[in-house]
């Protein structure tokens, strides 16, 4: 096949999307007491501040811990709201669904004011059950959109298929949906982690004294002390990520395997 | 039992009888049942035949209990299942698609519904290996759906839909995805199970070769209603109206007035000649019906020996000619225009007509019916 872009190009616009995280891990590894690049030399002190220091390592705790609940509560809507919306008619989908996906549109610092001001009334600023629930509706829009396309994909009369078999609608749900959706939810699941763990708009007005989460204080950081610490902070965030999409990759690459591997009994 | 031997299966005691009274769907799509009753009896091979959107679909999905009836009842052994949800039914159902379950083996789709009622292991993998057997697929168990033939996915379907001993099989097209070859052995292979299994089976299908080669009886659907119900011989040989006649084989139609009745024979003028006619009503003289024959039953009388009295005959042009083989098809044309094929078995013997010669067909009064 002939390539639209020769692949000089291709190579340089790598390398400009990668550039940022390229300078920023070289930067966590400088020996230097301010941000500079390239580093004079490599060291481990940056890192060594990191998990040293409790103003960082609470951010950090509170920022997975928020994730993780955000994980949980918009896996468990999401994909039911998906199950729901593929059974409406039509018209109604469409609506449903523009709805469910409408924080997607609407630009996060108008949700952000929305429910800083909701919130506020019942005193619930500086809470962590704050940021899960205002994370969680950021994130169901991911989790919504992932599974209604793992569902396209899947035939209906699979699920006729197992009622007159014998199966109850609860034992078609577990045996049967549940098992074929599985690849959309763990994907939803890991976009609504990133979508939470990686906010600041809305915990910086959510977070108030009390609910600090790692971005925001990486945000305070960078406006009242500039030092390679967070480089480090922002090297081990992208390592995470890229170790949960990786995993997400090889979950759903295993299960595909799993479907068409030969078993040595048949003949 | 040899297949196509039809006449055994009522004996047989264990397939469910089933009773459709006044059966209606109203639909704003395609699809529509408008009042279907119909008796099919233990251990019988029913075929709902028809068009698509003449409703046969709608009728099977309301007797699996996917589509609830507007009106009307449907009793399965005398019990009315309309308000039994469809997982209750116990009823074997076998989709067009297939559906199998792809993120399980061949032996977890068989062993689906046994594990739904609580069969334990060992018997489980025991009957699994039954129907596989049954089936002609021993030893696939652990592959795939994805790893199989189009063909041995609908074995593996027809399989995991009898393997927990329904007493009757629903069959939504089961080989419409099929190429015909696979299409005829499965075809063999259905009749060869229904007559082992002795269980009801309910088939549904709009090709209409499928449905006299397989079916007991066949119920010929069109816009919601049944048109006929007989068997093969009966819907082919004296079709009950035009619908029937021009969907299930090839016929001629030609217009002609009752002249009189002769017994259960009816007199009727068509194209100038005087036709002798069987028909299913006893229409009154003077009324005008159409008058239907197979293409395939029709002779140019000259070939006949002898002049039989139970013919009928017509003076006809040939307008078209073409030799395919097995048989010559001929268009002809009657007195006023009408066309007619006719289908004659090819012999070197006999000699091929050329067009625009004019001819005399002959065709026997039993293939001859009023409509």
């Known amino acids: ?267 | 039992m040899a297949p196509g031997v039809r006449d055994t299966v009522s004996s047989t005691g264990s397939g469910a009888s089933v009773s459709l009274a006044g059966l209606e769907k109203s639909y704003e799509r395609v699809g529509a049942v408008n009042g279907v009753s119909l008796d099919i009896r233990s251990g019988e091979f029913l075929t709902l035949l028809g068009p698509s959107g003449s409703g046969k679909t709608t009728t099977l999905m309301m007797i699996a209990g996917f589509e609830q009836p507007t009106k009307g009842d449907i009793a399965i052994d005398g019990t009315s299942v309309v308000a039994m949800p469809p997982h209750k039914r116990n009823i074997g159902m076998v989709f067009q698609n297939y559906a199998l379950f792809p993120h399980l083996t061949v032996a977890e789709n068989i062993g689906f519904p046994l594990k739904q009622r609580g069969v334990a292991k060992a018997e489980r993998a025991k009957l699994v290996g039954e129907a596989l057997e049954l089936v002609h697929l021993p030893g696939y168990g652990g592959r795939y759906p994805r790893q199989l033939s189009g063909g041995q996915q609908q074995r593996v379907a027809l399989a995991r839909a009898i393997v927990f001993k329904p007493r009757l099989l629903l069959m939504d097209e089961p080989l419409g995805a099929l190429d015909k070859q696979l299409r005829e052995n499965l075809q063999l292979e259905m009749r060869r199970l229904h007559a082992d299994l002795g269980i009801t089976f309910i088939y549904v299908t709009h090709d209409q070769e499928e449905a006299l080669t397989m079916s007991d009886r066949i119920a010929v659907m069109n816009e919601g209603l049944v048109s006929q119900v007989g068997s093969p011989e009966d819907l082919y040989d004296r079709p009950c109206n035009r619908f029937v006649a021009g969907f299930i084989g090839e016929s001629n139609f030609l217009p002609a007035t009752v002249k009189g009745l002769e017994g259960d024979i009816v007199i009727a003028e068509c194209q100038g000649a005087v036709i002798r006619a069987t028909c299913p009503s006893r229409p009154s003289s003077g009324s005008t019906v159409t008058l239907t024959t197979r293409p395939e039953r029709l002779r140019f009388a000259d070939t006949l020996n002898g002049s039989a009295q139970s013919m009928n005959r017509m003076a006809v042009t040939v307008t078209e000619a073409v030799f395919a083989g097995e048989r010559c098809r001929y268009m002809l044309k009657a007195a006023d225009g009408t066309m007619i094929v006719l289908k004659e078995p090819s012999s070197a013997a006999i000699r091929r007509r050329t067009v625009g010669e004019h001819a005399e067909i002959a065709w026997s009064v039993a293939d001859t019916i009023l409509v």
């Open chain 1, 1 to 267: 096949m002939k390539s639209i872009l020769p692949s000089s190009v291709v190579g340089l616009i790598l390398i400009f999307l990668a550039f940022p995280i390229i300078v920023v891990a070289a930067v966590s590894f400088s020996s230097a007491n301010y941000l500079t690049f390239p580093p004079p030399a490599l060291s481990l002190k940056w890192y060594r501040v990191y998990f040293g220091a409790e103003n960082w390592l609470n951010p950090t705790w509170l920022s997975l811990w928020v994730a993780a609940a955000v994980v949980v509560l918009s896996t468990l809507l999401g994909t039911l709201a998906a199950l729901g919306i593929a059974r409406l008619p039509r018209p109604l989908r469409i609506l449903v669904s523009g709805l469910i996906l409408s924080p997607l549109i609407v630009p996060v610092i108008v949700v952000a004011i929305g429910v800083y001001y909701a919130f506020s009334r019942y005193g619930l600023v500086g809470k962590p059950i704050a940021l899960v629930l205002a994370h969680t509706s950021l994130a169901v829009p991911f989790v919504v959109t992932s599974v209604t396309a793992t569902l396209a994909g899947i035939d209906p009369r699979l699920e006729q298929a197992a009622l007159s078999l014998g199966a109850t609608p609860r034992g078609t749900f577990f045996q049967i949906t549940l098992p074929l959706i599985q690849p959309g939810v763990i994907v939803g699941a890991l976009f609504a982690f990133i979508t939470s763990f990686d906010e600041l708009i809305v915990s910086l007005f959510l977070s108030g004294q009390g609910a600090v989460t790692l971005p925001r204080r990486m945000w305070e950081d960078l406006r009242y002390a500039i030092d390679p610490t967070i480089a480090a902070v922002s090297t081990l965030t992208i390592v995470l990520t890229a170790v949960l999409l990786g995993a997400a990759h090889w979950l759903r690459k295993r299960s595909e395997q799993n479907r068409t591997l030969v078993t040595s009994s048949a003949p």
